[in-house]
């Protein structure tokens, strides 16, 4: 109980300080919002820099003041250099890209600094996270920084609060600041490895020759390849055992005939009962059929998404099942 304590306090007075951070995706480091303190070995140099000054003043040391005073000058001075390398730094957060869950989220910051010369040693991560990514800042330049965290969970959230430190050039003391970004981060649900097929497709309306009892996944209607043909819709397997038997003829598979079914992707039809282990399946589902260029349409609760295919089809039933 006694541990737990300062942790929970910690959490606490950690949780009231970010919710006091303006919300930007571009902000300025000024004196009000950039912090310093001594390190570690900025502590030690301080109480070695006292133990001189006691024994110079004891001793009558002449080269013992000296030593003391010059030592401290190089602190002070890098203790100025330090807080200077964050001061006047411009933060700039790109609009985030959509990530799957169970995979890294990569923020794509921007630095950029109208001082003359340039600037060392900067360190920014997610707060807390304490995977730092380090960079320099070129005089009257900028630079592009990735920083990756894990979402925890699938949805829409907030991009988590950003920190930048540094402590060039001595390390004697550490120079950060804490940053709220505004943008939000979508997370798709975390596709189920190794899938089964997709569903059977049903029969469009009036769909000439349609068997209901045929599938897309494995659907058995070819016809030779044409030069041109996209490779998703060889099929390699039979080109395997044409090859084997000493041919070299390709197939593809018929996209007309294809386009008799409706692919339609629904929680059902995956056959499980966990909600997040079905959205994990439909999540592979929309990838195969993506990959096999398959017209295909997603129904979920109070959510239907149209048949059809690309990278918008994609995008929408992926942001449909992240957000459900």
């Known amino acids: 109980m006694k541990v737990g304590l300062p942790a929970a306090l910690r959490r606490r007075l950690d949780h009231w300080w970010q919710a006091r951070l303006p919300v930007c995706d571009t902000t300025v480091l000024t004196q009000r919002n950039v912090y310093i303190l001594p390190t570690g070995a900025g502590w030690m140099l301080a109480v070695t820099l006292l133990v001189l000054l006691v024994a110079s003043i004891n001793f009558q040391l002449n080269l013992g003041y000296l030593l003391t005073f010059l030592l401290a000058g190089s602190a002070t001075v890098g203790m100025h250099i330090c807080h200077a390398t964050l001061r006047g730094l411009t933060l700039h957060l790109h609009p985030p890209e959509a990530a799957f869950l169970g995979h890294s989220a990569v923020l794509d910051l921007q630095l950029t600094s109208q001082r003359r010369t340039a600037r060392f040693g900067i360190a920014l991560a997610v707060h807390g996270s304490g995977q730092w990514t380090w960079t320099d800042v070129p005089a009257q330049g900028s630079t592009r920084v990735q920083v990756a965290f894990a979402p925890p969970r699938r949805g829409l959230h907030r991009v988590p609060v950003l920190t930048a430190e540094t402590r060039f050039p001595l390390g004697t003391f550490r120079v950060w600041t804490l940053w709220r970004p505004a943008a939000q981060l979508l997370v798709y649900p975390a596709p189920e490895l190794g899938a089964p097929p997709l569903p059977l497709g049903e029969p469009r ?120």
């Open 205 to 324: 309306p009036g769909g000439a020759g349609a068997a209901p009892n045929q599938g897309i996944g494995d659907f058995d209607g070819v016809r030779a390849y044409r030069r041109g043909d996209p490779l998703q819709l060889v099929v390699w397997k039979k080109a395997a055992q044409a090859l084997a038997s000493g041919s070299e003829a390709l197939v593809s598979r018929d996209t007309q005939a294809m386009q008799r079914y409706e692919l339609w992707l629904t929680p059902e039809r995956t056959g499980l009962t966990a909600p997040e282990a079905r959205l994990s399946r439909l999540t592979a589902w929309v990838l195969q059929a993506e990959r096999l260029g398959v017209d295909y349409g997603l129904r979920l609760p109070g959510v239907e998404v149209a048949l059809g295919h690309g990278s918008a089809q994609r995008q929408r039933c992926l942001q449909a099942l992240a957000l459900v």
